[in-house]
């Protein structure tokens, strides 16, 4: 059983910042690639960065240079640094991980709760 327990959300003013958090608990192997993607109202969910167990990142064109993702493997947790948000950014941000529940299984495809962002003066 895995659980991707998100927090860090909020209400915040543009060109302001926030850090979001993802931990990954439970009993598996390992967790390989993470990332986030959010959905905002009336739109798909879209990427937003990801990142690989090596720690390589990969950011979607609307945040790069403001958003950096970052892991601590020892903790099975991902961050997203948010800096100089705007109100487009606004939208419920979900973390996503692929783990391996044992050594002989596929990655499977898990995903956080989700945690409000909400940009606006």
């Known amino acids: 059983q895995v659980q991707l327990v998100e927090s860090g959300g909020g209400l915040v003013q543009p060109g302001g910042s926030l850090r979001l958090s993802c931990a990954a608990s439970?009993?598996?192997?390992?967790?390989?690639?993470m990332g986030w993607y959010r959905q905002a109202p009336g739109k798909q969910r879209e990427l937003v960065a990801s990142?690989?167990?090596?720690?390589?990142?990969n950011y979607s064109d609307s945040v790069k240079g403001r958003f950096t993702i970052s892991r601590d493997n020892a903790e099975n947790t991902v961050y997203l640094q948010m800096n100089s948000l705007k109100p487009e950014d606004t939208a419920v941000y979900y973390c996503?991980?692929?783990?391996?529940?044992?050594?002989?299984?596929?990655?499977?495809?898990?995903w956080g709760q989700g945690t409000q962002v909400t940009v606006s003066s």
């Open positions: 439970g009993r598996f192997f390992g967790v390989y690639a």
């Open positions: 990142i690989t167990s090596g720690g390589s990142p």
């Open positions: 996503n991980a692929h783990i391996k529940m044992t050594y002989w299984e596929r990655e499977g495809d898990y």
